[in-house]
Every structure is written in structure tokens, then in C-alpha cells.
Nanobody, 120 residues
Framework: VQLQASGGGWVHPGGSLRLSCAPA????????MAWYRQAPGKQRDLVAS???????DYVDSVKGRFTISRDNAENTVYLQMDNLQPEDTAVYYC???????WGAGLVDSWGQGTQVTVSS
């Protein structure tokens, strides 16, 4: 199941951006949702995750600056990013565990990536 992400862009250090992501089509159920990022020449790393019941987890480098949230009615996940720093520059990918249709198995689904650039 393809996920659609939006909200990336360019900001000065200290600025804010809000990313959003949802399945490209109606699905039966979305479970864990998460955001990953990949900087040039580096591996893709987990930034934040949120369970179906709203339990969140963050990588230490973004704690206190980023907030992950979700709208279960819309199957949408958000990432509010405040006090952005140059080291946050990366392509951000959303990820979700999705049951596409009733009776179907769980599918590890990814978005296409959205660029976040933080510079002066």
C-alpha cells in the first residue's frame, strides 16, 4: 500500500515544519505508524513512532523538538518539527503497518519521501 507524504521544504535553523502522511487509498486498518529519515550518504534511521493507542517513541536527538501524532479516523500520521537544525536535513519517509483489506495480511508500507532542508 503506497503512503503519500507531504509537508517538507526549506527552513532556517530554529524554524518549524509539519509533515503529514496517509495511505493513497482507503484501507481496512492502520497499526503502528512512524517516520524515518535518511541523510545523504547515511542509512535510513527511525525518528519517531506511534502505536495504534498513541504510545510514542523518539530518537534521542529529536526529543523535545519533534512531536508525532495521528488521526485514526483519517489514518493520517503527523510529525511536527520545531527548532529545526542543520543536522535534521534529510529525506523523511513515513512508514506504517497496514491491513489493506479485511482478511488480508499485514503489509509494511512506505511513503515516497519528502525533503527537509535546514540551512542559513
Amino acid at each position: 500500500v503506497q503512503l503519500q507524504a507531504s509537508g517538507g521544504g526549506w527552513v532556517h535553523p530554529g524554524g518549524s515544519l509539519r509533515l503529514s502522511c496517509a495511505p493513497a487509498r482507503r484501507v481496512f486498518k492502520v497499526y503502528r505508524m512512524a517516520w524515518y529519515r535518511q541523510a545523504p550518504g547515511k542509512q535510513r534511521d527511525l525518528v519517531a513512532s506511534i502505536s495504534t493507542f498513541g504510545i510514542t517513541d523518539y530518537v534521542d536527538s529529536v526529543k523535545g523538538r519533534f512531536t508525532i501524532s495521528r488521526d485514526n479516523a483519517e489514518n493520517t500520521v503527523y510529525l511536527q518539527m520545531d527548532n529545526l537544525q542543520p543536522e535534521d536535513t534529510a529525506v523523511y519517509y513515513c512508514n506504517a503497518d497496514v491491513t489493506p483489506d479485511w482478511g488480508a495480511g499485514l503489509v509494511d508500507s512506505w511513503g515516497q519521501g519528502t525533503q527537509v532542508t535546514v540551512s542559513s
